[in-house]
């Protein structure tokens, strides 16, 4: 059976001045030597004044040790600069915990998703952006993007220049850190001082061209007995990834092959561009054809210049390519034109970051430090695509006929066309858009100790605030403009139809070679979106009492945040003004949370046999959201190690996510979908899923429906009022493994996460999915969603109409697996050479929609494995350093997927037996680089994806795809590449 698709305070210090920048959060680590992964457990440096202690990312408590209960992996700065990773988005998406789902970068222009075209961020576990939490020097930075689906944050606004490392908490932390922390905890590391000036400039060159990058950036530092300022700024340049420029995007084609011969038949069935260089199969964007709707005619470009009807040079297409197929329509028309071939696969963007930090000591009070860090990034992404225009156009001889063909004025019009009374012209149009986004992130802390009165108690006070301000916008087809004509088809009465002031029955016109109409009914339309946020956190922290095996540690805090957010978007878009394209209404809300937390560390035996150590180490915390209330988390972990060179550890605990403020505002949002790409009932008569085939029947829709209406109108919007807050739960029991007689250390970590009244959309898809593949028709679905019941109107009867697609609480999401950690280092006579190892397996992604899946009439759906959730993802390096040599060998691998459970391996196509290609091969990229650095300068030199491993090819139909290749950030789309970073101290 078929599844179902898974749904899956302004509070700073006035006081503080522009000219004493920065600071070192008291959740940071404060140096800028980095860690191994967590399989080593790094000591501390010989220092242990209380002053001295770190705070590792997870814990709010002081310590000497970098030892956590929770798996912590880290990527360090140097090996971003080895593999040629051009920003933070790249470090952060490309690890293990990270890489087996989707991320959204900048890949997903043209597409509709959270925080607007061009945001790059984080999903851990595939939980969603909205469930990774992402700190900057252990404070919480605000969300940054455009439209009304603001509430992740953009990774494009971290300043690679400056990270020294970055730690991954992988479990859940909602009780150290609040809502958001529910799959895990990035936290970006920065340096806190630089001895010299220093110039980067890094260079990415993909070998077939398109998507090239550069970054230039610039650090510089300011020493003191007493204190550092870092200054830096940033430049990095993307240039657009064409589909035109890769072979498996430029011609996409259904790739559909005969049951029985294994022949490909696509292309000869249904070749769109027959007798072209290019024999796609399915193009990009259909256009250059007029349809008369009385008739059903599809007027095309003639191939041998004869002409036949009303327009010079075309004529109807022809028929029946295949007699015994029960003459299946042979698709002659002209569609991946240059126009098309333009569209951005890959995003262009030009992206300024400028950064600042300070931190100084001062002898009061026992000791302060003062910290503060300033952050600006200016990010303009553009967006190149194409649509069609396809209005319907009637003519004098329908006045007056119930098609209610009228001039603007009221009056009867004498307009005709060429080819019939009501015809429907498809041409091309530009559809681009343009992103600019501002973001300031100005953060401040002090801490210090109780003196006399607690002297060995620290406490801290930081305060952070942010705003994002981004507009988005671009060309669009007016209705006010083009006429005033119904999507649907729906023919509504007399004054429907329109007399158009352009002209779209010339082939210059159909073609895209004369694109003036569009310049008489198009318009720039822009909208604007401000996102806030200020938080003040306080902690105290220290010893509470000794015990034979050490002290019992103890934090305590307070945190207050606020945050809002305002999109207006264009008054054509509020109106409903935009022809074919997403309607949305003014989204604007703002929510508050008081929390008060709490952090124990209990030591329980330590240097006994069988026990080197053994603590406990629990945490909880309380909150009062004013949007719905209040509630509390916790989290308990053990640390045990037992020999120098085993440690087991593991945590159980709960989180918890607020619903964001889009999902609870978000203004009610119109697009439109293709009836093929949300209706199960079409051609239900050759499905192989009974449920469909019974349900579909029994909504009376014919087994040979072919679904030829318009596109269904999909309206979203926000539950507020109705929503209430996820919890989750989640374990980790890990071991880590260091032998004496080798330089080796391994960690094997067990997570599981679960998540509990899940806020999400369901999808179009999802929704009629679940009504007509379900065991209960009708069901809750059913409810979602209108037919047109109209036998009068052949166009749009049986068509889905509307769905109702707005934001509501699912039953539950569920994953599970292993996190392994490989490190191996050793010098031998030829140098020092480094093996470093992280993979992740998945060995389950349970969706349900309802609190059984009795109710919701599916079995259990376990997405592991399916394509852009792979079982299996890794990434590794060999580097061997010999003098000033470095010689690296990296790789990135994703396991083999499949979408079988929910599209046929084995089905028809037009009326043939065929085979579909529903597993997505797995693949294994490579790359190398070679650096050579001294006490002045340093250059790194390499190839991304040496062996030009291209990304799988699927089937039109099994998994959304761009070109012949799934939609997934997790797949390179720019090939083999070449790099160069060059380095200069001063």
Known sequence: MKKLLKAKTSLLLSGVAASTLLFTSAYAQETETTTAPDAVEAPAAEDTKRMDRVVVTGSLLRRDEFTSTSPIQVITAEVATLEGLVDTAEIIQGSSVAAGSVQLNNQFGGFVVEGGTGINSVSLRGLGANRSLVLLNGRRPGPAGTRGQVGSFDLNVL???????????????????????????????????????????????????????????????????????????????????????????????????DATTGENIDREDRSIQAGTNLSCSSGNVYHNTIIDLFTGDRY???????????????????????????????????????????????????????????????????????????????????????????????????????YGYLNADGTDSDFTNPLGSLVQPVAIAPSNSEINVDYYNLATGVDGTFGGLLPDWTWSLDAVTSKSKGTYGGNQILVSKSGDWNYNYGIEGPGYSFAPTYDLFTPEALSGADMSWYDAISSYEEGETTYEQSLFTAVASGPIFELPAGEVGLAVGFEAREFSIDDQPSEASINGDLWGSSSALVTKGEDDVVEYFAELEVPILKGVPGFEELSFNGSARTFNYASYGTGDVWKAGLNWQVIPSVRFRGSKGTSYRAPALYELYLGSQTSFLSQSSIDPCIDWGNSTNANIRTNCA?????????????????????????????????????????????????????????????????????????????????????????????????????????????????????????????????????????????????????????????????????????????????????????????????????????????????????????????????????????????????????????????????????????????????????????????????
């Open 159 to 257: 300043p690679s220049s400056v990270i020294t490392r970055v730690d991954i908490l992988k479990d859940g932390a909602s009780s150290i850190y609040g809502s958001d922390a529910v799959a895990g905890v990035v936290n970006v590391i920065t340096r806190t001082s630089i001895d010299r000036p220093e110039v980067t400039v890094q260079y990415n060159q993909p070998v077939e061209g398109g998507g090239e990058s550069l970054v230039i950036d610039g650090a510089y530092g300011l020493n003191f007995d007493k204190g550092n300022i870092v200054l830096a700024a940033q430049y990095t340049k993307r240039k657009d990834l064409s589909i035109g420029d890769r072979d498996y995007l430029s011609c996409p084609n259904d790739n559909v092959y």
């Open 300 to 402: 095309i470009p003639s191939p041998d210049g004869v002409t036949i009807g009303g327009l010079e040079g075309y004529r109807p297409r022809a028929n029946g390519r295949y007699d015994d197929a029960g003459g299946v329509a042979f698709y002659e028309d002209v569609i991946n034109s240059e126009y098309a071939l333009t569209e951005d696969a890959y995003n262009a963007m030009d992206l300024l970051t400028l950064y600042g930090s300070s931190n100084f000591e001062f002898d009061v009070l026992g000791g302060i430090t003062w910290d503060t860090e300033l952050l600006y990034s200016s990010r303009k992404t553009k967006s190149e695509g194409w649509r069609q225009f396809f209005p319907i156009i009637a003519d004098a001889s329908l006045a007056g006929s119930g």
């Open 698 to 986: 029994a909504d009376g829709i014919p087994d040979d429906y072919n679904g030829a209406a318009s596109s269904a109108t999909i309206t979203s919007g926000g539950g507020a009022g109705n929503l209430k807050a996820e919890t989750s739960e989640s374990e980790t029991i890990g071991v880590i493994f260091t032998p004496t007689f080798a330089d080796l250390s391994i960690a094997i970590d067990y997570f599981s996460i679960e998540v509990n009244d899940q806020v999400s959309s369901l999808g179009a898809g999802a929704i009629l999915g679940g009504c007509y593949g379900a065991n209960n028709f009708p069901n809750a679905f059913c409810d979602l969603f209108t037919r047109t019941n109209d036998p009068a109107n052949a166009l749009a009867h049986h068509g889905v109409a509307t769905v109702t697609d707005s934001f509501l609480n699912v039953n539950q999401q569920k994953t599970s697996g292993f996190d392994y950690t490989i490190r191996y280092n050793h010098d031998f006579d030829f140098g020092s050479m480094v093996f470093e190892l992280q993979a992740t397996q998945t060995t389950e992604d349970i969706a349900l929609l309802f609190d059984s899946d009795a109710e919701s009439g599916f079995d259990t759906d376990d997405f592991s494995g399916t394509i852009g959730d792979p079982e299996w993802v890794g990434n590794g390096r060999v580097s061997i350093e010999r003098g000033d040599w470095t010689y690296s060998w990296l790789f990135d691998y994703i396991h083999e997927t499949s979408n079988a459970i929910y599209a046929d391996e084995f089905s028809t196509y037009f009326g043939r037996a065929a085979r579909y290609i529903v597993d997505a091969d797995s693949t294994l990229t490579h790359d190398l680089s070679v650096r050579y650095q001294n006490d002045d300068w340093s250059i790194v030199g390499g190839f991304l994806n040496v062996f030009d491993e291209d990304p799988p090819y699927i089937s039109t139909g099994v998994a959304n795809r761009r070109g012949n290749i799934p939609l997934s950030g997790g797949y390179d789309l720019r090939g083999r590449t070449a790099f160069v970073t060059v380095n200069r101290k001063f």
